[in-house]
């Protein structure tokens, strides 16, 4: 079963007022298809329509048509509250801002999004430090963000995303706020995540960023001009 299953996928967004009305076509006929345990980077020029693609892949949008199913899931029809249960249950995200909470620690940080699981306190924080552990932060577990590197926020933040088990890590823009040096140590990071059978997507603007995952899909004017088929 595909990760992500997208067939004529259009997007639409209507703004203006009764007697006039804009409409931008954010994405138009978009065919997608990525397997498990591949590392995907979405590219494409500023408007192109990668946020967009971004957002219904991650349930935080939804096509105005066409079809899409995560992990065998068609989403149409399905209401708010199905579609953040689906989105908690199966999508990682990390985003270019971190937003850790700034008076948790990391080790707090991490095992914050277990508490809608229902999962005891212990058990929470067993997890949130095998999490930290995994992405090299084993060190590190009572440092405040504000005690941490650029590049160890980004790895807390990678490591809350990958505590819930997602059937999916949507990275977007992982390194735009990170220097080189902090930046390859992410691109690592997820080499090693990919190594280990994650399924990765990230958008990003930046060709040697990439250039490091296994397929390039490149929207242009909010279509697929290349790679949307595995
Ligand atoms: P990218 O992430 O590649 O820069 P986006 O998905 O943000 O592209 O945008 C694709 C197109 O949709 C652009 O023309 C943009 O202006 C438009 N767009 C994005 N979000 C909205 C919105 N909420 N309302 C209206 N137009 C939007
Ligand atoms: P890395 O390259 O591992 O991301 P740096 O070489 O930038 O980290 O920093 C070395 C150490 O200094 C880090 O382990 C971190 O604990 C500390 N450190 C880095 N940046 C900051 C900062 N802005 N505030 C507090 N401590 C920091």
Not at 118 to 143: F, I, M, N
Request: glycine share 10%.
């Amino acid at each position: 079963t595909p990760v992500v299953e997208m067939r004529g996928v259009t997007k639409v967004y209507r703004s203006g007022s009764s007697t006039r009305t804009v409409e931008v076509h954010a994405l138009s006929g978009v065919d997608l298809v990525i397997y498990p345990g591949e590392y995907v980077a979405l590219m494409g020029p500023s408007g192109s329509g990668k946020s967009t693609l971004m957002h219904i892949i991650g349930l935080l949008d939804s096509p105005t048509e066409g079809q899409y199913s995560l992990g065998g899931e068609p989403v149409r029809g399905l209401g708010e509250a199905q579609l953040a249960r689906i989105r908690n249950q199966r999508v990682g995200f990390v985003f270019q801002a971190f937003f850790l909470l700034p008076r948790l620690t990391a080790l707090h940080n991490v095992a914050l999004p277990l508490v809608y699981r229902g999962l005891p306190a212990a058990e929470r924080l067993k997890r949130a430090r095998k999490a930290l552990e995994s992405v090299g932060l084993g060190d590190r577990l009572d440092h405040l963000p504000s005690e941490l590197s650029g590049g160890q926020k980004q790895r807390v933040a990678i490591a809350r995303a990958l505590v819930q088990e997602p059937d999916l890590l949507l990275a977007d823009e992982p390194t735009g706020n990170l220097d080189s040096k902090s930046s390859d140590e992410i691109m690592e990071l997820f080499d090693a995540l990919h190594r280990q059978g994650k399924t990765i997507v990230m958008v990003t603007h930046e060709p040697d960023v990439g250039a490091r995952a296994k397929r390039i899909v490149r929207l242009r004017d909010g279509k697929v001009a290349d790679g949307g088929m595995a």
